[in-house]
């Protein structure tokens, strides 16, 4: 089976470049990747902004609905970043995940269709969520509103379902924690990049001991690795270290063109399919794809 691999930084030469995005149109063109037997529900998390989690969500859900998968990004960060990635409409006032969490709106009222994907989704967020932190205080099982809705969608449509976490621990982020069963964290290979970690763990034992019984943190995504330093090595060597194989072999790389692809409404996947970005989170969704899910506890 041909499958692109992992770049490194030594294949961002034009030439390299353009025989990665042979294989990549080759393979995008002819592999359908095994879907899992049941929708995967996996919240993206970790309390530190600029980390890649919107990257990683965008990102992993273009690679899998690339090669056959049925994927929906709800998008729960006021910011809407990830929308505005899928470009999908997200102004004020349209409907989306404030009205499901706030007003109990089914979340088939607000997916919408990603464009240029056949099966890419996105319930989109709008800056009408930064209310919702306070708007939900006093609303009956806060911590469960998206966990329900998510229960109430016909989920036998979909085979992942990416929630893209505000950097926070609020009570957005503990609904997402609250709906699936899966935490992937994004690790920024860079100074402090296990600080707060704890922290985060920390919540996520909580909500598994006191809502949500099934969670796991099920994967660990190394990004914006800069192969020049020997920080980003050490970085990643010491997550590995703690975390074993919940790392994803893949590494994102830091990459100009991962950072580009956003203000023209797309992927990276889309916007430079060749890329060492583009590549590497390919990698990151296969491995999801052919065997990272968790094996269910007793
Ligand atoms: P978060 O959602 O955790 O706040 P983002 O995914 O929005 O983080 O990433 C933060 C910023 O870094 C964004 O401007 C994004 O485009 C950029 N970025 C993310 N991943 C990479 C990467 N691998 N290389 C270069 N820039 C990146
Ligand atoms: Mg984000």
Redesign the pocket.
Known sequence: MAVPVAPDASADTPIARAAQAAMHARAAGTEAWPRPRSCRVLTIA?Q?????????AVNLAASLAMHGARVLVVDL?PQG?ASTALDVEHRSGTPSVYNVLVEGLPLAGIVQKVQGFPQLYCAPATIDLAGAEIELVPVVARESRLARAVAEYDASLLDYIFI?CP?SLGLLTVNALVAAPEVLI?IQCEYYALEGLEQLLRTVELVKSHLNPRLVVSTILL??FDSRTRLASQVAEEVRGHFGDLVLRSV?????R??E??SYGQSVMTYDPGSS?ALAYLEAAREMAFGNEPRPVG
């Open positions: 970790n530190k902004g600029g980390v890649g989690k919107t990257t990683t960060d970043n893209d950097p994004p990004t914006m994102i790389p830091r990459s100009v991962v950072s692809a956003p970005g």
